[in-house]
């Protein structure tokens, strides 16, 4: 056995065993240090950069490690293995877009507004905003020697008086504490409640005097990001809002991959950990740190998340998911509680998970789906989410289709070199200039903040422009010369963003052929399946009246170069709208108001499911696409270069 | 600071810390060291003996420690206060009543007869045996790429159809491990199910070929004594049978006192740790043990408890049982599951409680009323259950009416110096010889077993021998000179039943007038709690039918001895029945029938509680009661000297 090191560049270590031979991504793992590894281990990725300090490793060489690197010790930790004792350190850039966890700043009018917007609209199609959850006041006459009725039964009497309901349950958490509250508020109390027509249910109780807010935590589980918002039950205000990376990203990129993980000895739980103990449970503490909130108070949650990632956040195998016939354990469940999981929130606390339909098409989609409302509308409407998965809906009040593709993490800033989340840092538009071939960047955050990297509206950007402009080609190859475009030694081209000392990075910010590649891959496969689904349906793409791109890509998409670049189909610009994470919105929604939950179960129970792979003519359409903007550029009329 | 060592006769030892002057008792407490403290250390009982090995104490001689003891170290805890670095040791003897667990040999068709007889006497009265769980098979097609309905969705239709229930509740812990099973079992499945009229619920799941028993666990949680037994929930039949002492009881001997101990910090925690974690838990592994049994397939428990016990049982507030105006937290509770209280069963196992009728008639009260049938007879009976608080029902199928009285730990072995519950090593009967003087003991166990001390229907024969043939008067004292008969030198008296040679014990056994003194009061609690109740119903005691005598006394009662020192009321024998531990074949009833379940709480709700020390005359009957057999002879006229 050798010692390894990890050091981080806090100055914290993590030390553990390993067998010569053994792989350094492996031993990582097992020692519960995350180190990014979208590619889960292959080497294609290039993203699990460590620096070995001191000791012996063997490691094969690779395109993603300059010689200059090599030579300060840089190696891929999923291409080495050990070889003797060894200290390497775990750089924090290894994650940077991954995990920084970023409460939101609700004194910004955007982050509120989406909400707002979400609320307007649910209520414009004629769903009521009120839920089952509310909180009474009970005074009850204090027990004597002559009226010596039990604490339960007076409190249970009193409620039915109250609620002129018959049925209370009243759960051991609450029994447990009632003598003591009782008595500490001379039998006066407010009571957390849920009244359905058929019972009501005490979630709590407290002294009469307590201020009492309703907390609802709305999670969207994206399989690179998790977001998260903390609301007021009552009325629907957004106390707190964070999100941060999946802590099982480093167990994978995409969903297969963290199946396959789950699927080793301890897996299930380890995945599980890393989404609950390690994502939102800090997102939890976060929220209620940054409001002053009880997390105790939080009595409900919503999950929006896909078919895999609710899986794995209950633990239930999602091995059957990923293989013929590809059969989750559920589509809907109404039987998750707080505690079951670990959640730390109030532990009676009913989760509610939104609808899946299929084994590729979750929950985030239905109550993206729902908040789109294009199930409320005559016209034809398509909705795009654009996350590791692409999904798509089409259709109207009368029908909904739906399909899944594999994007990859691209449009996260995933797979490539220097991407990163749309957060403070991210460069989230560009332009260049036609002749001098220099940019002008839109940074996220304050004024004066330093480019970190690009996020996935940015990424468009600076395709949309490299191509315009001529200086790559419609496979995304370099065809002019500058000071900004390099080659590397294997022939590697690559465009400079930022230069190092300009950056807040220990480098250039680029983008290389690798990344113009794995996002054309990606482009290619939302707008492959946007022909396949539409051709399917007899659809063309000018009978679409309005499409809605949801996803954490950045309100800064600009919808003309996703248009240039053959992402989405040619049509006039202002049928486009750009609707947010509407996982999230639609999650916040669900647990606003019962109506809009139901509703999302309907249009979930309505939506239909086209499995793109039994579609023969998809892999040809999505080859097709594999170019800017397409192979047949008369799909794409009104794309033309500078 | 000092060092205080607790030294075990098992070599064991416990470390702990203490300030000059803290008492012994309170340092073994918070350290967790068990010492026996029926009195919770006001001095009286002298059970809290160690010895003092090396080190200092500061100790109060009392009478329980005599000169010869105190030279060799003994002192008791409660009276001791550290003085510097101490080492002490804590012997086994001083638990000797309390804690030795026992499994049933079920062999033993005693063991077995008394539930036998209990589901006869259900039947008899026209109650159906059944309850509501039970196993049902499913078989399921697979699913194929023309038939994707998740599993969960599969399941439950494959329920519906097998039970005609619509409502199928699949829980968290069954969705778990749902894909596994289902694909295990080629979709070939048994399940546990609790099945309603409303709804199905599902307990577990597993492979068809699996043979699956539905266990059942009922518990009879006394003050002093804790009994279980584990049955198959189909067929009735009792697969294992333990008891051990309640290990609340080194936190004081009766309800009072640790409801007292309770409401120190912590105190409900420690309270609630030591009945569940001390006593039920080790109780199920050693029965589970005893027949191979997973724990995890007991899906269903009843509690028989008094009021006290069953809200510590809960970590429920008692601390408003013993305060005016007397009021528990709940009679009735359905809302109690297993992994609420980490009772090591099935997680979702629901946990039954015997409804209480006030604070001082419990569960284990309604449960023993309900199977000694008394109210389903039209004569009038007398139900008198002998535990550490002695309870009395009154009645018949017209009316029914209940009190309780605190006798104390006696008829338990409490109290008393070499008395012990009724297992191996206790004397349960004794004649003795007018003229010798000389005992003749019957002693539970094998064979050959050496007598350890007397359980309570020992007690009763040697305080009635003792009383017949003048060797104590009417209050006790000793009255004859012998052998046996010693007096210290307080002039205390005492008769020897074994001298330490013939003993498994480090001294004789012996009774003193301390203890005939408890004995006394303990008696004369229950009759004149007869006597009082049946006044206020204007009834005498000729007018009673028939009494049943129930609690852990053991089988061996003498109802002439209990009769002849004043006890129960001179009428004649043949009246008497012993029906045992009705509390404990009530849980049984309970869990093995559902109408069972209902009778108890429609017994319950019929029963009037009868306050004794709201009647003026019960002080009176409770001092004319302390003697042997009354002060007033003329209502004992059977009873006569030899």
């Given at each position: ?426 460069i989230e538009a560009c332009t260049i ?9 839109t ?11 690009m996020?996935g509206s940015g990424l468009i950007d600076v395709i949309s422009e490299l191509f315009i402009n ?49 996002f054309?891959?990606?482009k ?25 791109v949801?996803?954490?890509i950045g309100?800064g998409i600009n919808m003309r170069n996703a248009v240039n670049i053959g992402m989405f189909?040619d049509?006039?610009i202002?049928?486009f709208?750009y ?49 800017l903007p ?6 794409f009329?009104t794309v033309k270069l500078k």
């Amino acid at each position: 056995m050798y010692k390894v090191i990890f050091q981080f560049e806090n100055n914290d270590s993590v030390e553990s065993y390993a067998n010569e031979g053994e792989n350094l991504l492996e031993v990582a793992r097992k020692s519960n240090v995350a180190i990014d590894a979208p590619c889960s281990g292959n080497g294609s990725c290039g993203k699990c950069r460590i620096r070995l300090i001191s000791g012996d490793l063997n490691s094969k060489r690779t395109r993603h490690i300059t010689d200059e690197e090599y030579a300060m010790g840089w190696r891929l930790s999923c291409c080495s293995t050990v070889a003797g004792d060894v200290t390497v350190e775990v750089p924090d850039i290894a994650s940077a877009y991954r995990s920084r966890m970023k409460v939101a700043d609700l004194s910004s009018s955007d982050e509120v507004k989406i909400f707002e917007e979400a609320k307007a609209q649910v209520e414009e199609a004629g769903i009521v905003l009120k839920n089952s959850m509310s909180v009474v006041e009970l005074e009850m006459n204090e027990p004597t020697l002559d009226d010596t009725m039990p604490d339960n039964e007076r409190f249970v009497r009193a409620m039915e008086k109250t609620t002129g309901i018959e049925k209370v349950r009243v759960p051991y958490s609450v029994l447990r504490k009632l003598a003591r509250v009782l008595r500490s508020s001379a039998f006066h109390v407010k009571c957390v409640i849920r009244k359905t027509a058929r019972d009501v249910f005490v979630y709590d109780v407290m002294p009469a005097k307590e201020e009492v807010v309703i907390g609802g935590l709305a999670v969207d589980i994206g399989t690179t990001t998790v977001s998260a918002i903390l609301l007021n039950m009552t009325t629907g205000e957004i106390l707190a809002k964070a999100s941060s990376g999946n802590g099982q990203i480093r167990y994978g990129a995409d969903v297969i991959n963290r199946i396959i993980e789950s699927q080793k000895p301890g897996g299930g739980k380890k995945l599980q950990k890393a989404v609950i103990e390690e994502t939102i449970n800090p997102l939890i503490w976060q929220m209620c740190q940054s409001c002053n909130f009880d997390r105790d108070r939080i009595y409900r949650m919503s999950v929006a998340s896909n078919t895999t990632m609710n899986h794995l956040l209950m633990g239930v195998d999602a091995d059957p998911i990923r293989k013929e016939p590809y059969i989750p354990t559920f589509f809907k469940t109404n039987a998750l509680f707080a505690s079951d999981i670990g959640i730390d929130i109030h532990p009676d606390a009913h989760i509610i998970v939104a609808p899946n339909i299929g084994s590729y098409v979750g929950g985030d989609i239905t109550a993206g789906a729902f908040i789109s409302m294009i199930w409320n509308k005559p016209t034809m409407s398509l909705f795009i989410d654009l996350g590791t998965n692409g999904e798509l809906v089409f259709g109207n009040s009368d029908f909904l289709m739906s399909c899944a593709c594999s994007a990859g993490p691209a449009f996260e800033g995933g797979d490539i070199s220097c991407g990163m989340r749309a957060t403070d840092g991210a460069i989230e538009a560009c332009t260049i200039d036609r002749d001098t071939m220099e940019p002008n960047l839109t940074i996220i955050g304050k004024e004066g903040t330093k480019p970190i990297g690009m996020c996935g509206s940015g990424l468009i950007d600076v395709i949309s422009e490299l191509f315009i402009n001529g200086i790559i080609n419609a496979k995304g190859k370099f065809i002019r010369e500058g000071e900004r475009i390099k080659h590397d030694k294997y022939g590697m081209g690559s465009y400079v963003l930022v230069f190092e000392k300009d950056a807040d990075s220990v480098k250039d910010i680029e983008i290389t052929e690798v990344d113009i590649d794995n996002f054309i891959r990606a482009k290619g496969a939302i707008f492959s399946a946007i022909r396949t689904m539409l051709n399917s349906l007899d659809f063309t793409v000018d009978m679409i009246d309005d499409v809605y791109v949801a996803g954490g890509i950045g309100s800064g998409i600009n919808m003309r170069n996703a248009v240039n670049i053959g992402m989405f189909p040619d049509i006039p610009i202002e049928k486009f709208h750009y609707i947010g994470n509407s996982s999230l919105t639609g999650a916040y929604t669900m647990l606003l108001s019962t109506q809009a939950e139901r509703k999302t179960y309907e249009v979930a129970q309505n939506m239909t499911y086209l499995e793109l792979s039994t579609v023969p003519t998809y892999m040809d359409e999505f080859v097709a696409s594999c170019f800017l903007p397409h192979t047949d550029s008369s799909i794409f009329p009104t794309v033309k270069l500078k």
